[in-house]
């Protein structure tokens, strides 16, 4: 059983930090691409970063130069390093894994709320 556990949501104030961690556990072939999304509330949920096998990592433009995806291989873990937090960041964090074979994988989500 494969699961995913996200941790280290919480309530922040703006300019404040936050790291986020999923680790995965369980029986999984071939972990590719491995990414977190965010869902605030009212809106879709929307990529923010991703980073391949190989460390390629991409974000979406709103936390370009905020925000540092980064993984440990060893320890089937993906980190979210969120910096200069906005209130606009407010929002449930879930990871996603992708597998070689086309598998998807997500978690159950963190809260992250920004105070103003």
């Known amino acids: 059983q494969v699961q995913l556990v996200e941790s280290g949501g919480g309530l922040v104030q703006a300019g404040g930090s936050l790291r986020l961690s999923c680790v995965v556990s369980g029986s999984i072939f071939g972990i590719n691409a491995m990414g977190w999304y965010r869902q605030a509330p009212g809106k879709q949920r929307e990529l923010v970063a991703v980073?391949?096998?190989?460390?390629?990592?991409n974000y979406v433009d709103s936390v370009k130069g905020r925000f540092t995806i980064s993984r440990d291989n060893t320890k089937n873990t993906v980190y979210l390093q969120m910096n200069r937090l906005k209130p606009e960041d407010t929002a449930v964090y879930s990871c996603n894994v992708g597998t070689v074979i086309g598998i998807n994988y997500w978690g159950k989500g963190t809260l992250v709320t920004v105070s103003s």
């Open positions: 980073i391949s096998s190989g460390g390629s990592t």
